[in-house]
C-alpha cells in the first residue's frame, strides 16, 4: 500500500580517482550488519556484486500462484520473483519512471498488473515484461473491483478518487460527499464491490454506490485523525480495521457504522495487513518517537505483540502468501542495512533477507586494499560503506550509516587499516572521517565546511594527506600529521573546484590536480599551482604512471589525454572512442601500458598505452569509480549508478 508521503531519497553521484595506486539471517539488530550477495553474470563477463536491496515500497503476491511476486522499488522501478523471493529479475520495460507508488494485480486476470508511479500510472497484462502508460493523472491508491475488475479506483493526496470502468482507459471524478480529497488509502468489499471506503486526511469516509457519493464515517474516531490504512475482513466485510497517524488502530464491526480502539495509541502506521485465510490474525507496523515495530494480532485486534523491531524509518508494505500464511514478506527503506526484502515462513518469528537480483543502488566509490586484494571498500548511494574481505562476495557495514550521496575513501598504502572518508549527505551533514582499525571505527579530521571531492596519500610518507574540494570556492587543503590539522594551499588556485588530484609516486612533492578549468601542477607539495593544459577541458579523472611517472593520463568530456612530459604537453588519444564522456580511469599497476575507462558507454580498456581503445561492456546510466585489485590486476571493479560489478581479465586481453 502507498505510504502518506513517499520518501524518495534524492542524490547525486561524484566521480574522483586518486592516485594511481542474500539471504542473511536477520534476527539481531545489534549485531554487525553483514549483506551477502550472490554475484550474476551480466554483459561481456561483468558480474553483479551488490549491494542488495534498497528501497522495497510495495509488495504484491500472485493470488493462485503465490511462488510469483511483485517488488516496486523507490527508484529502481519493479522486481518480480518467481521463486518465492528466492531471486528477482528486474521489470522495466515500457516504464519512464521508477519510482512506483503503488503495485495491484488484478484478482480475475492475475497477469493484468497496474503499476503507480511518480509519473503517472502504468499497466501491464504481461505479467509485468511490459508496461504501458496510460495516464499522468490520478495516480496514487488503487483497488480493483474483484468481481468486475475493469472497475478501478484511484485516490490521490490531492484530487480525491478517480474511477475508471474500461481498465484504465478513461476516467472520471467521484468526489460526491466527499470533504477531504486527501486520500490516503482505499479499500473495497470484496463481497459487494460498489462499497468502498476512503481512508483521508480527516477521517473515513463510506460509498455504497460505486463512489457515486460517500458519506463520512467516523463516529467513534478521534478527532482530526488521519486515516492511514484500511483493511476489510474478507470473510465478514462489515468488520474493518483503520490505522491511524498518531492515533493507533481503530476497529469497526459494523462496516464503518462505529469505531472502537484497538491498541497502539499515539503510533502511527505504515503497514496494516489482514491474513487472508485466518482474518483474527493481523500484521501491523509503524513508530513512536524512534521506536519501530511490526505487531501481530492473533485475536482479531484485542491484544498485539511485537514481533520484530528495527531502527528502521519506513516499513513500507507487508504481503501475505494466500495459500501459505505463515509465509509473509515486508519491504523496507534502505536506512538499516540497505533495506530490502524480508521473508518470513513462521508468521513473523525469524526473518531472512530476500534481496537477491534486487540490485539497483548507485555506488559512488570503490577502493581496493593495496596489500590484501581480497578486500573491497564501497560506498552505495545513502546506504552508509561497506566492507568485503572476500573478494565482494559478501559485505560488511563498516560506518556511516544512512549517509552517502557522495563518498570519497582514500587509504593508507602503507598501513591499510587507516583509511580517510568522506561522505555527504543532503545538504548539511558531511564531514572527513578517519579510521585507524580498517573501517571498524572512525573519527571526524575537521574540514566540516567544505563538500570533499578528492583524497591523495603521499605513498612515501602518508601521514601527508591532500583533500580537493568543490564547494566555497574549492581548492586543496594539506595535512601533515594524518588529519590532525589541515592548512589551505591555494596559491596559485583562484576558485578552481577539484575533480581529482593524483601524486606523483617516485617524486610525491609534484602533483595534479583536475578541474573543469583543466589539468594545475605543483612541484613542492602543493606550495605553488601553475595551469599545465586543457584549459578548455573538464578534467573529472586523472591517472599516473607508476613506473613512468613522467605519464599522465586525463579524462573528462573529450575524452582521453595524454602526457608524456609531466603534463607539459598533451595529446587526445581517442582512436575507439566516440564522444565518449570519461568520469574513471584507472592503470594496470604490474602492466601499466594496460589502461581501464569507465562512462556511460560502458569500460573501455586499452593495452598500448590509450593509442587504441576497445569497448569491453557494461554500458550503464552512469560511471562513478573503477580500482583494481592489488595483487591481481587482471580483476576490475566498477562502481556504477546500477551498483558494484566485478570482472577478470585475461592478460592482454
Same mark, same amino acid.
Given at each position: ?53 534498497? #528501497? ?105 478518487? $478517480? ?90 464491526? #459494523? ?61 513500507? #508494505? ?117 579510521? /585507524? ?85 605543483? /612541484? ?36 582521453? $589525454? ?92
Amino acid at each position: 500500500m502507498k505510504k502518506f508521503i513517499l520518501f524518495v531519497m534524492l542524490g547525486l553521484a561524484f566521480v574522483f580517482l586518486m592516485g594511481c595506486s542474500d539471504d542473511d539471517s536477520f534476527m539481531e539488530p545489534t549485531a554487525t550488519p553483514t549483506m551477502t550477495v550472490t554475484p550474476t553474470p551480466t554483459q561481456t563477463g561483468w558480474r553483479s556484486v551488490g549491494p542488495s536491496g534498497g #528501497d522495497v515500497v510495495q509488495l504484491a503476491v500472485k493470488p493462485k500462484t503465490p511462488s510469483i511476486l511483485y517488488a516496486g522499488t523507490g527508484g529502481g522501478g519493479i522486481f518480480k520473483s518467481s521463486d518465492s523471493g528466492g531471486s528477482w529479475e528486474m521489470m522495466n520495460n515500457g516504464l519512464t519512471n521508477l519510482d512506483i507508488e503503488e503495485l495491484v494485480i488484478d484478482p480475475v486476470t492475475p497477469t493484468t498488473i497496474y503499476a503507480g508511479t511518480m509519473e503517472g500510472l502504468f499497466k501491464s497484462i504481461d505479467d509485468g515484461w511490459s508496461w504501458h502508460f496510460l495516464t499522468s493523472e490520478h495516480t496514487g491508491i488503487i483497488v480493483i473491483n474483484p468481481i468486475t475488475p475493469s472497475t478501478i479506483y484511484v485516490g490521490n493526496y490531492s484530487d480525491g478518487v $478517480f474511477k475508471s470502468t474500461d481498465g484504465g482507459q478513461s476516467w472520471s471524478e467521484a468526489n460526491a460527499g466527499l470533504t477531504n480529497k486527501q486520500i490516503l488509502d482505499l479499500a473495497i468489499d470484496p463481497a459487494t464491490p460498489t462499497t468502498i471506503y476512503a481512508g483521508t486526511a480527516s477521517g473515513v469516509f463510506k460509498s455504497q454506490d460505486g463512489a457515486v457519493s460517500w458519506n463520512e464515517s467516523n463516529s467513534g474516531l478521534p478527532q482530526q485523525c488521519e486515516a492511514a490504512k484500511l483493511v476489510i475482513d474478507p470473510a465478514t466485510p462489515t468488520t474493518i480495521y483503520a490505522g491511524m497517524y498518531g492515533k493507533g488502530v481503530y476497529k469497526s464491526l #459494523d462496516g464503518g457504522g462505529s469505531w472502537n480502539y484497538s491498541g497502539h495509541r499515539e503510533w502511527s502506521f505504515e503497514i496494516l495487513t489482514i491474513d487472508p485465510v485466518t482474518p483474527t490474525t493481523i500484521y501491523t507496523a509503524g513508530c513512536y518517537q524512534g521506536d519501530c515495530g511490526l505487531f501481530k494480532s492473533t485475536d482479531g485486534g484485542v491484544s498485539w505483540d511485537r514481533i520484530y523491531s528495527l531502527p528502521i524509518i519506513f516499513w513500507n #508494505d507487508l504481503a501475505i502468501d494466500p495459500l501459505t500464511p505463515t509465509t509473509i514478506y515486508v519491504g523496507t527503506d534502505s536506512d538499516f542495512d540497505g533495506g530490502g526484502l524480508f521473508k518470513s515462513t513462521d508468521g513473523g518469528v525469524s526473518w531472512k533477507r530476500a534481496n537477491s537480483g534486487i540490485r539497483y543502488y548507485s555506488v559512488n566509490e570503490v577502493v581496493t586494499d593495496p596489500v590484501t586484494q581480497t578486500t573491497v571498500y564501497m560506498g552505495p548511494l545513502g546506504m552508509g560503506l561497506f566492507k568485503s574481505t572476500d573478494g565482494g562476495q559478501s559485505w560488511n557495514y563498516t560506518g556511516h550509516r544512512g549517509y552517502g550521496y557522495r563518498h570519497v575513501l582514500a587509504i593508507d598504502p602503507i598501513t591499510p587499516t587507516t583509511l580517510y572518508s568522506f561522505y555527504y549527505y543532503y545538504s548539511s551533514t558531511y564531514g572527513l572521517f578517519k579510521s /585507524t582499525d580498517g573501517g571498524g571505527s572512525w573519527f571526524e579530521t575537521g574540514l566540516d565546511d567544505h563538500l570533499i571531492s578528492a583524497l591523495a596519500i603521499n605513498p612515501l610518507t602518508p601521514t601527508t594527506v591532500y583533500a580537493g574540494s568543490d564547494n566555497n570556492g574549492g581548492g586543496v587543503f594539506k595535512s601533515t600529521d594524518g588529519g590532525g590539522s589541515w592548512n589551505a594551499i591555494n596559491s596559485g588556485l583562484t576558485n578552481v573546484n577539484v575533480n581529482a588530484l593524483v601524486i606523483d609516486p617516485i617524486m610525491p612533492t609534484i602533483i595534479y590536480l583536475g578541474s573543469k578549468k583543466g589539468v594545475f601542477k605543483s /612541484t613542492d607539495g602543493g606550495g605553488l599551482w601553475h595551469n599545465v593544459g586543457l584549459t578548455g577541458t573538464n578534467c573529472n579523472a586523472l591517472a599516473i604512471d607508476p613506473v613512468t611517472s613522467t605519464i599522465i593520463y586525463v579524462g573528462g568530456g573529450g575524452g582521453v $589525454f595524454k602526457s608524456t612530459d609531466c603534463g607539459e604537453s598533451w595529446n587526445a588519444m581517442n582512436s575507439g572512442l566516440t564522444n565518449v564522456r570519461v568520469s574513471a580511469l584507472v592503470i594496470d599497476p604490474i602492466m601499466p601500458t594496460t589502461i581501464y575507462l569507465g562512462s556511460k558507454k560502458g569500460v573501455f580498456k586499452s593495452i598500448d598505452g590509450g593509442w587504441e581503445w576497445h569497448n569491453v561492456g557494461l554500458i550503464n546510466d552512469g560511471f562513478n569509480a573503477l580500482d583494481i585489485a592489488s595483487g591481481n590486476p587482471s580483476t576490475v571493479y566498477a562502481a556504477t549508478n546500477e551498483g558494484l560489478f566485478m570482472r577478470s581479465f585475461k592478460a592482454g586481453h
